[in-house]
T-cell receptor, first 115, second 112 residues
Framework: DAGVTQSPTHLIKTRGQQVTLRCSPI?????VSWYQQVLGQGPQFIFQ???????GRGNFPDRFSARQFPNYSSELNVNALLLGDSALYLC??????????????FGSGTRLTVV | QQQVKQSPQSLIVQKGGISIINCAYE??????FPWYQQFPGKGPALLIA?????SEKKEGRFTISFNKSAKQFSLHIMDSQPGDSATYFC???????????FGTGTRLQVFP
């Protein structure tokens, strides 16, 4: 079975631009969460979607938005990119709404570099 | 109160030794404590998890010890191997919430 698939794996953007990151969860998983991992730090929660509805939002500005599609795949959009948005963006899928009790399965992430 | 504090930041262990990573939390509403392992270029992978109603959980060479009164939990890796060299994150969550709160990570290096 395929794991969590994220695309693209790497990209470079200029300050002020907009970016869209994509995630396909494990088949049968209805929940997708997005995390930002800055180099040398632990992942920080951005969004969680379950059954195509936003169920949770972390402490990130409105420049960050996301959505989940009928096939449970998801997109994360970031507008007006700042240098500080440079990070590894991780997508996690789970069977149930949250990380309990089966845990998250993370993708390998999208490495975003803002120059 | 939403933080999970992790130590040490880095750890060097000889092959066959025991690796110990510690985490502490403040929020007593946390009720799920997983550990994740992350290799370079990969996303975190769930290693082992524990709930506060048990004091210890073992899976192979990996053991979580949990001290509810001290609000601390730790990961023990027995017979550490070079293949265990990775970054380890503790995390916590509350039931019916949608997020994991991660520690800052521990980079483990196991030398032959």
């Amino acid at each position: 079975d395929a794991g969590v698939t994220q695309s693209p794996t790497h990209l470079i953007k200029t300050r002020g631009q907009q970016v869209t990151l994509r995630c396909s969860p494990i088949s049968g998983h209805k929940s997708v969460s997005w995390y930002q991992q800055v180099l040398g730090q632990g992942p920080q929660f951005i969004f969680q979607y379950y059954e195509k509805e936003e169920r949770g939002r972390g402490n990130f500005p409105d420049r960050f938005s996301a959505r989940q599609f009928p096939n449970y795949s998801s997109e994360l959009n970031v507008n007006a990119l700042l240098l500080g948005d440079s990070a590894l963006y991780l997508c996690a899928s789970s069977v149930d709404r949250g990380p309990q009790p089966y845990g998250y399965t993370f993708g390998s992430g999208t490495r975003l570099t803002v120059v | 109160q939403q933080q999970v504090k992790q130590s040490p930041q880095s750890l060097i262990v000889q092959k066959g030794g025991i690796s110990i990573i510690n985490c502490a939390y403040e929020n007593t509403a946390f009720d799920y404590f997983p550990w994740y392992q992350q290799f370079p270029g990969k996303g975190p992978a769930l290693l082992i998890a524990i709930r506060p109603d048990v004091s210890e959980k073992k899976e192979g060479r990996f053991t979580i010890s949990f001290n509810k009164s001290a609000k601390q939990f730790s990961l023990h890796i027995m017979d550490s191997q070079p293949g265990d060299s990775a970054t380890y994150f503790c995390a916590a969550s509350m039931e019916y919430t949608d997020k994991l709160i991660f520690g800052t990570g521990t980079r483990l290096q196991v030398f032959p």
